[in-house]
């Protein structure tokens, strides 16, 4: 069954989203989907509840930018 998000929901889930590469966006958002459904709040869905199973789920997709590295006479 699929899930009903309201517009808070899905504007909440489009901004956990951004950081994520656009190609995997898709991959993050079915894994929400999937972790409420495990979690049985697929029925239940709120904005607290669905907030703390997207952000756990988007530390799983997010890489964070390589930033060089600058040596200390670099940086002086």
């Given at each position: 069954m699929p899930l009903h998000f309201s517009d808070e929901e899905l504007a909440l889930l489009t901004s956990l989203?951004?950081?994520?590469e656009r190609h995997l966006?898709?991959?993050f958002l079915t894994a929400v989907a999937q972790e409420l459904e495990t979690n049985g709040q697929a029925g239940a869905v709120g904005i607290g509840s669905l907030h703390r199973v997207a952000r756990a789920v988007q530390r799983r997709f997010f890489e964070p930018p390589q930033l060089p590295n600058l040596s200390k006479a670099a940086r002086a």
């Open positions: 989203a951004a950081p994520t966006r898709t991959e």
